[in-house]
C-alpha cells in the first residue's frame, strides 16, 4: 500500500500568558513597563497612541501593533476605545526569530484585512465562552454529583480552550506569515537576531537610567560587548546612534515635564542630566523645532 503522505512527528508551542478583550476610556493609560513576550494589540473602535522605545505610534480602528519582548512601551487611549490584546511566546526558534526580526511593528488595517476578519471570527466564535471564564467561581462544591458535574464542566472547559489556544495559533502563524511578505527576504535582511536583542537590551538598559549620569560606554560594559560593536547593532535596529537614542528618550521626558510639571527650564534640564539649561533648550529645539518655553506655551493655549 502506497503512502499518500508522510510526515515526521509535529510539534508546535506557544505560550498565551495573558488575553484581554476590553474598553477604556479617552485619557486611561498604561504606565511603561516590558516584559518577555510578544505583544500583539489590534484597536477595534477609538485611538490607542502606544508608545514603542521611545516612538509613538496611533492606532485608529482595523489597525494592529506588535510589540516585541523585552522592549519598553506604554498605552494612552486618545479616544474611547475598545480593544483586543494578547500577549504569546513561541518555542519555534524559526518562528520566534521573524517575529522578534520585524522592522516595522505596525500593521495598518488597509494591508491587513484577512488577519483583522479573523481575529473579529475569533472574537465572535470564543469571546462569550472568554467572558464567562473570567467570571468563573473557582469554590469546590463538597457533594458527590456536585462533584461530577463539577468534574464534566471540567473537561468541557478543557476542551474549549484547546479550541481557543488552536485559533491564537492560527492568528500568530498569519501574523508570521504577513511579517515574511513584508520582508524582501530573511537572505537580505541586514539585521540579525542577535543583534536585535544587543539592540533591544541597550535600549532598555537606557530607559531604565534614564536619569543617571549615563554614557554609551557604560551601557557597552554592562552588556559586556565592545561600544563600537554596541553602536554598529543599535543603529541597525534602531536607525539612530546610542547616544542619539539617549538624547531624543530624554528630549521625549521633557515634554512629559514640560505638559505637567510647572517647573522651570533649570531644573528639567538638571532632572534629565543635561549640563546646562543652555544645552537642554539648544537639545529640545534641535530635536522639536522650538525652544522648551515656547512648547509649554503652544501646549497651554490648545
Known amino acids: 500500500m502506497d503512502h499518500l503522505f508522510q510526515l515526521p512527528t509535529m510539534y508546535t508551542a506557544i505560550r498565551i500568558p495573558g488575553m484581554e478583550y476590553a474598553r477604556r476610556p479617552a485619557g486611561w493609560s498604561y504606565p511603561s513597563h516590558r516584559h518577555p513576550y510578544f505583544e500583539f494589540l489590534c484597536c477595534v473602535e477609538g485611538e490607542i497612541r502606544q508608545w514603542v522605545n521611545g516612538q509613538l505610534y496611533v492606532l485608529t480602528p482595523g489597525d494592529m501593533i506588535l510589540i516585541g519582548s523585552d522592549m519598553h512601551h506604554r498605552m494612552e487611549i486618545g479616544q474611547d476605545c475598545l480593544f483586543f490584546d494578547f500577549h504569546f511566546d513561541v518555542e519555534q526558534s524559526d518562528i520566534h526569530s521573524i517575529v522578534q526580526a520585524a522592522a516595522n511593528p505596525l500593521l495598518r ?14 472574537l465572535e466564535e470564543f469571546g462569550e465562552d472568554l467572558h464567562d471564564m473570567g467570571r468563573q467561581n473557582t469554590a469546590v462544591s463538597v457533594g458527590k454529583r456536585e462533584r461530577q458535574k463539577a468534574y464534566v464542566q471540567q473537561l468541557e ?3 474549549r480552550m484547546l479550541s481557543i489556544h488552536s485559533r491564537l495559533l492560527e492568528i500568530v502563524g498569519m501574523l508570521a506569515g504577513r511579517l515574511m511578505q513584508l520582508s524582501v527576504s530573511l537572505s537580505d535582511m541586514q539585521v540579525t537576531p542577535s543583534q536585535i536583542r544587543l539592540a533591544r537590551e541597550a535600549s532598555c538598559y537606557i530607559e531604565e537610567h534614564l536619569l543617571d549620569e549615563i554614557r554609551v560606554h557604560d551601557v557597552a560594559k554592562q552588556l559586556n560587548v565592545h561600544r563600537t560593536h554596541l553602536h554598529y547593532c543599535f543603529k541597525n535596529v534602531y536607525g539612530v546612534s546610542p547616544s542619539m537614542y539617549i538624547t531624543s528618550s530624554r528630549i521625549r521626558e521633557a515634554k512629559n515635564l514640560l505638559l505637567t510639571r510647572d517647573w522651570s527650564m533649570e531644573e528639567i534640564g538638571l532632572h534629565l542630566r543635561f549640563s546646562s539649561s543652555a544645552h537642554f533648550s539648544r537639545a529640545f529645539r534641535s530635536a522639536v523645532g522650538m ?12
Open 109 to 122: 488595517y488597509a494591508e491587513n484585512e484577512p488577519l483583522l476578519e479573523r481575529i473579529q471570527q475569533f
Open 157 to 159: 472547559r478543557s476542551i
Open 291 to 302: 525652544p522648551p518655553i515656547r512648547f509649554r506655551q503652544r501646549a497651554r493655549a490648545l
